[in-house]
C-alpha cells in the first residue's frame, strides 16, 4: 500500500494522492496485441441514456429503415447526447431493455435489425484542419451533434466540459491514459495503434479550451504505448491556436497504482491540487479527458463519424482474449462468443473492470458509450475473485476510511445504506465515491461495501426519477389550473368589456345627435329617454296598419 509521499520520492516531479493499490499480482492474461474488428450482429440496442443527463428522445419509429450515423435520438435539454445508429437497418422496437446499470433496471431503448449492408448516411461533412476557424462554441457544438460523451466510464457530455473553459479559463487539459485495473488493456492499445488520433484529438480539445498545456498521463507499465505516442508527437508539427501560439503537449508517465486513473486522483498526481468534494476540476483550470474520448473528437471532426464504434477488452474465462473495435449497441453475449466463450457455461458478464464493474442481469444488455471491458467468469471461474469472501458484522475498525482515495467514511455509508437512510448517505457525499473497491479490498470483516452504494445510488436514482416524474406531473397540474383560471378571468373580462361598450353606446343611441334639430323641440327635452329598442319598438308600431 502506498503512503503519501512515497510518490514524490520515486518520480520527482509527480505528488502523491490517499491510499493506493499495486494490482500487479491480479493480472490476467494479456490481450492479444492486435485490435479485432468485430462483424455486424443481427441486433443492435441503442440505450436512450448513456451519458449523464437527461436520456435522448427517438426521433425514429418503428418501422423505419436507418442508415449508419443517422440520428436517431435526439439530445434534450442541456445536459444531454444524441444517440446515431451504428450501422444500416430497420428499427424494430422502442421498448425497454436491460441496461448496464447497477440497479438492474430496464430502461427505454431503440432496437435495430441491421441489414448486413452497412451503408453510411449520405453527405457527411468532414471539417478537418478548418477546426482551427472555428470558435470553441461552434467546435462544442460538432462535437455535441457527434453524440461523444467521457468514454473512460464517466459518460458526461464531452462538449459541455470544453465549453467550460468559456467560464473558467481552463489553463490545462490532462488527456487519461491510465487504466489502472487489472485485465483492462484497451486504452493501452489505442494509444498504441492510434496514437496520431489521440494527439489530433488533444490539439482540437485545447483549441476549444483554449488550454496552453495539455498533459497525456501513461502509466509507467506501458512503454511501447508511451514511445508510440511520443514517436508521433516528434512526426507531428505543432498545431498553433487562434492567436498563433502552439500550446505545449507532452506525455508524463505516472505510476500504476489503483485508482491513478480516477480524476481527481490524476489531477493530485500530476499538479499536486486536491479537486474538493462537490468541486469540479475545471474550477482550478483543469480539464481531464479520455485517451479515448480524445479518438472520438478527433473521428468527428477529421471523418465525420458520430460515436458508432469504440475499442473494448474482451477477456476472462473465454479462450481468446482481445480488445476488438466494436459497435455501440453490441449485445455482451454476442461479443463473448466471438472471444471463444459459451454463453451457456457463463455465471456472469462483469462489464468495466473487475475492481469497478458491474455484473450484467442479462448476456443481452448493450455495449454503450462507456463500455472498456467485458469479462467472461464460468461458474467454474479461473478467476480470482476479488471480492468474493465470507462476510462478518463490521468492527469499526477505520481500515476503509483510512484508504479510502476520495476520503469519504466508508463505514458511514455503509451504515446509511443499510439504514435506507438516504438523506444522511447524501450528506456524506455518497456521489463522490469513484467505487474503486478499495474499503472492500481492506476490510476485515470481507463487507461487500460498494455493493451498499450501488445499491443507495440506485435507490437514490429511482426516488430522483420518481421526484422529477411527480415535478413535472404537478407542474403540468399547476399549469393546467392557472391555465382555467386565466380562461375564465379573460372571460370574464371580455363579459365586463362588452358591457361597458353597450353602457358608452347607450347615451349615444338613448340621446339624439347634437347638431338635431329635434333637440331643440321641447317636447323632444321633456320626453323620457328611451332605447334603441323603444325606438324600434315605435317605428314597428308605426309600420304596422
Ligand atoms: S473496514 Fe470494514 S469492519 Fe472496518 S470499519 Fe470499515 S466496514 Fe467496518
Ligand atoms: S469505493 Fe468509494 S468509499 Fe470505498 S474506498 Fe473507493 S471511493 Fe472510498
Redesign the pocket.
Known amino acids: 500500500m502506498a503512503k503519501d509521499g512515497e510518490l514524490i520520492m520515486k518520480f520527482g516531479k509527480l505528488f502523491s494522492f490517499r491510499?493506493g493499490l499495486n494490482l500487479a499480482k491480479y493480472q490476467h492474461e494479456p490481450a492479444d496485441t492486435t485490435i479485432g474488428i468485430t462483424g455486424i450482429p443481427e441486433r443492435l440496442i441503442f440505450p436512450l441514456q448513456q451519458h449523464i443527463g437527461e436520456p435522448a428522445e427517438p426521433v425514429v419509429n418503428v418501422g423505419d429503415k436507418v442508415l449508419k450515423g443517422q440520428l436517431i435520438a435526439q439530445a434534450t435539454g442541456p445536459i444531454s447526447a444524441p444517440v446515431h445508429a451504428s450501422s444500416s437497418g430497420t428499427i424494430t422496437a422502442i421498448s425497454d431493455y436491460p441496461v448496464p446499470h447497477a440497479s438492474g433496471l430496464k430502461a427505454s431503448c431503440i432496437e435495430l435489425h441491421t441489414d448486413g449492408c452497412d451503408q453510411w448516411i449520405a453527405d457527411r461533412k468532414i471539417i478537418g484542419n478548418t477546426y482551427k476557424q472555428l470558435s470553441p462554441i461552434e467546435l462544442g457544438e460538432h462535437i455535441h451533434q457527434a453524440g461523444i460523451v467521457g468514454m473512460g466510464g464517466a459518460g458526461f457530455p464531452t462538449n459541455i466540459k470544453l465549453n467550460a473553459g468559456q467560464q473558467n479559463a481552463v489553463d490545462t487539459l490532462i488527456i487519461n491514459g491510465a487504466e489502472c485495473e487489472p485485465w483492462v488493456s484497451c486504452d493501452d492499445m489505442l494509444m498504441r495503434e492510434r496514437p496520431a488520433e489521440i494527439i489530433i484529438g488533444a490539439q482540437i480539445m485545447m483549441h476549444a479550451l483554449h488550454a496552453r498545456r495539455c498533459i497525456i498521463a501513461i502509466e509507467d507499465n506501458k512503454p511501447a504505448a508511451c514511445s508510440s505516442l511520443k514517436n508521433t508527437i516528434n512526426s507531428l508539427k505543432p498545431q498553433a491556436d487562434s492567436n498563433n501560439n502552439p500550446g505545449t503537449l507532452e506525455i508524463i508517465e505516472v505510476p500504476t497504482i489503483y485508482p491513478t486513473g480516477g480524476e481527481k486522483q490524476l489531477i493530485k498526481i500530476l499538479t499536486n491540487k486536491e479537486i474538493a468534494n462537490k468541486e469540479l476540476p475545471q474550477n482550478s483550470g483543469i480539464i481531464c479527458h479520455n485517451v479515448a474520448t480524445a479518438t472520438a473528437v478527433y473521428r468527428a471532426i477529421f471523418c465525420a463519424e458520430p460515436l458508432i464504434s469504440r475499442l473494448i477488452t474482451i477477456t476472462g474465462d473465454i479462450p481468446h482474449s482481445q480488445n476488438r473495435e466494436v459497435l455501440i449497441g453490441t449485445p455482451a453475449g454476442d461479443l463473448i462468443e466471438m472471444g471463444g466463450g459459451q454463453r451457456s457455461a457463463l455465471k456472469q458478464i462483469i462489464m468495466g473492470g473487475p475492481m469497478m464493474g458491474i455484473a450484467l442481469q442479462s448476456d443481452e444488455t448493450p455495449v454503450i458509450k462507456t463500455t472498456f471491458c467485458l469479462i467472461g467468469q464460468t461458474r467454474k471461474s479461473t478467476l480470482v475473485d476479488i471480492t468474493n469472501k465470507n462476510i462478518l458484522p463490521c468492527i469499526r475498525c477505520g481500515a476503509?476510511a483510512d484508504?479510502?482515495?476520495?476520503q469519504?467514511l466508508?463505514q458511514q455509508?455503509y451504515w446509511y445504506a443499510r439504514a435506507r437512510d438516504f438523506k444522511k448517505i447524501k450528506d456524506y457525499s455518497l456521489s463522490d465515491?469513484?467505487?474503486?473497491?478499495?474499503?472492500?479490498y481492506v476490510c476485515p470483516s470481507n463487507i461487500p461495501?460498494?455493493q451498499y452504494?450501488r445499491y443507495a445510488k440506485a435507490e437514490i436514482f429511482s426516488l430522483e426519477k420518481e421526484k422529477q416524474k411527480s415535478d413535472i406531473a404537478r407542474t403540468r397540474h399547476e399549469f393546467h389550473l392557472s391555465r382555467l383560471q386565466r380562461e375564465k378571468e379573460e372571460r370574464a373580462a371580455r363579459h365586463k368589456q362588452k358591457i361597458n361598450k353597450l353602457a358608452a353606446r347607450r347615451p349615444a343611441i338613448d340621446s339624439p345627435a347634437i347638431d338635431s334639430p329635434a333637440m331643440d323641440s321641447p317636447e323632444q327635452k321633456k320626453s323620457p329617454p328611451h332605447t334603441a329598442i323603444n325606438t324600434a319598438q315605435n317605428n314597428k308600431n308605426i309600420e304596422t296598419p
Not at 484508504?403 to 476520495?406: D, E, F, G, I, Q
Not at 465515491?433 to 472492500?440: A, K, N, R, T, V
Open positions: 491510499g476503509c484508504v479510502c482515495p476520495a469519504l466508508p455509508l465515491c469513484i467505487e474503486c473497491g478499495f474499503c472492500d461495501l460498494v452504494y
